[in-house]
């Protein structure tokens, strides 16, 4: 009976825990037209992801990584115009203006997988979670469309 009232004790405990963490509803950003390219397991390349992230609150949001289980990594990566083009640069974070919406391109900023677990069928989607460096997490489902493909139609 003694460890029965023990771990009724710790049951609050445990739940204080796991609040430690930033919700994921703290930092008021939102996401639209997340999609992925398709992409083969073993294919010639590492397929890019998209996504336009709505910052409505009063501080400046910063991603720093994306997590997902259909990749061993994901590369934050930025587009820099150059006299010869184009140069992707990998950064370690990606911010978000107070008040700013981020459309992410080929020509600003993406993520990129490495090591993909499985292929990457059209139609299909991919769950990942992004995280922020306030430790909140918000979860998003990228939907897989060929790289030609526009989303938004």
């Not at 049951?11 to 997340?34: H, I, N, Q, T, Y």
């Not at 061993?72 to 006299?83: G, P, Y």
């Not at 059209?122 to 995280?131: H, I, K, N, S």
Request: charged share 15%; aromatic share 6%.
């Amino acid at each position: 009976m003694k460890n029965v009232l023990r771990a009724l004790l710790l049951v609050p405990l445990l739940f204080a825990c796991l609040a430690v963490g930033a919700p994921a509803d703290s930092l008021p950003v939102s996401v639209a037209d997340a999609w992925i390219q398709v992409a083969r397991r073993d294919g010639p390349y590492a397929p890019n992801a998209y996504v336009t992230l709505t910052n409505g609150g009063d501080a400046t949001a910063v991603l720093v990584r994306v997590d997902t289980a259909a990749a061993k990594s994901v590369a934050l990566q930025m587009a820099v115009a150059t006299d010869g083009g184009t140069t992707v640069r990998g950064v370690p974070t990606i911010a978000v203006a107070p008040h700013t919406t981020l459309p992410m391109s080929a020509e600003t900023y993406f993520f990129t997988l490495a090591g993909l677990q499985r292929d990457l069928v059209e139609g299909e989607t991919v769950p990942a979670t992004l995280r922020f460096a306030d430790g909140s997490g918000l979860a998003v489902l990228f939907q897989v469309h060929a790289p030609t493909a526009d989303p938004g139609q």
